[in-house]
C-alpha cells in the first residue's frame, strides 16, 4: 500500500511541476496545479495518520 501511495504521489507531484512550467498560457494550468498540490498534500496526512494510528495501536 505504501508503494502505491508513494507512485501515486510522485505522479502528482510531477503533475504539479508540468502544469506550473509546462502549460504556460493554458487555461487549464492552475486548476490541474491546485488539484495535482492538494492531492499529493492528502497523501502526505493520509500516510502520517496512517503511521501515528499504528505507533499508538501498537503501544
Known sequence: ???ILE???FALIGGTI???LGMIGNDLRWPVFWSC???ALAIIIYR???KKKL???NS
Open 18 to 20: 508540468y502544469s506550473y
Open 55 to 57: 505507533e499508538s495501536s
Open 37 to 39: 498540490a492538494s492531492g
Open 1 to 3: 500500500m505504501t508503494k
Open 7 to 9: 507512485i501515486i504521489g
Open 48 to 50: 502520517k495518520w496512517m
